[in-house]
């Protein structure tokens, strides 16, 4: 089974500083996509980074970048610059590469908070 | 905007009633998603569907059922409801259904059972 962890349930950062978020998953899969969304208080959840698991380059989009290490296991993401909008909950997700369907997996997320 | 559709926004019910939660998604996509947020099991995969077939089953309750029509909208059923039902409930699109398919998710309908 899969399980993906993040052990930060709240985070401040100071407006314009770089922040970086822990996740660490546990899988047995040897092909897995490991994928990043943001839930502002408004409920949607928005999609920000997605890494493969042979992706020999870390994922960057704009101000997100997935720091991956796969030998331990983990994909935090790193956001530039903060900024006031980017308060919100942040979850790290895993899919599975197999027939038997693409669910995801999500940790429990943690809430960042951006301080002016 | 995701591109995804679900509709309605808010739903308040009894218990014991059933409701229909109704999902488009994005043009061109296949693969129909179903995902439930509560505050105690956080997020979790409830079913999946691609190109009007089941392909995926998560923890979904029996009294919960869904189907994906022929126009690739999905809806999603819930009976006998009960106060732990009380979720914000997501719907998903993606491509095709790979691992590699990014799932672009609909703003949620938040159901209250009271």
Excluded at chain 1, 23 to 40: I, N
Excluded at chain 2, 66 to 92: I, K, M, R, T, V
Aim: one cysteine or more; proline letters at 3%.
């Amino acid at each position: 089974a899969q399980k993906i962890t993040q052990t930060q349930p709240g985070m401040f950062v100071q407006e314009k500083e770089a922040v970086t978020l822990d996740c660490t998953y546990d899988t047995s899969d040897q092909s897995y996509g490991l994928f990043w969304y943001k839930q502002p208080s408004s409920g949607e959840m928005i999609f920000l980074i997605y890494q493969g698991s042979y992706d020999e380059q870390n994922a960057t989009e704009g101000r997100y970048s997935l720091n991956f290490q796969k030998a331990r296991k983990s994909a935090n993401l790193v956001i530039s610059a903060s900024q006031l909008g980017d308060s919100a909950m942040y979850f790290c997700a895993m899919s599975r590469y197999n027939n038997a369907g693409n669910m995801l997996t999500f940790g429990g997320g943690t809430r960042l908070m951006v301080k002016p | 905007d995701s591109g995804v559709t679900q509709t309605p926004k808010h739903l308040i019910t009894a218990t014991g009633q059933r409701v229909t939660l109704r999902c488009s998604p994005r043009s061109g996509d296949l693969s129909v998603y179903w995902y439930q947020q509560s505050l105690d099991q956080g997020l979790q995969f409830l079913i999946q569907y691609y190109n009007g077939e089941e392909r995926a089953k998560g923890n979904i309750l029996e009294r919960f059922s869904a189907q994906q029509f022929p126009d690739l909208h999905s809806e999603l059923n819930l009976s006998s409801l009960e106060l732990g039902d009380s979720a914000l409930y997501f719907c998903a699109s993606s491509v095709v259904d790979r691992g590699t398919d990014t799932q672009y998710f609909g703003p949620g309908t938040r159901l209250t059972v009271l």
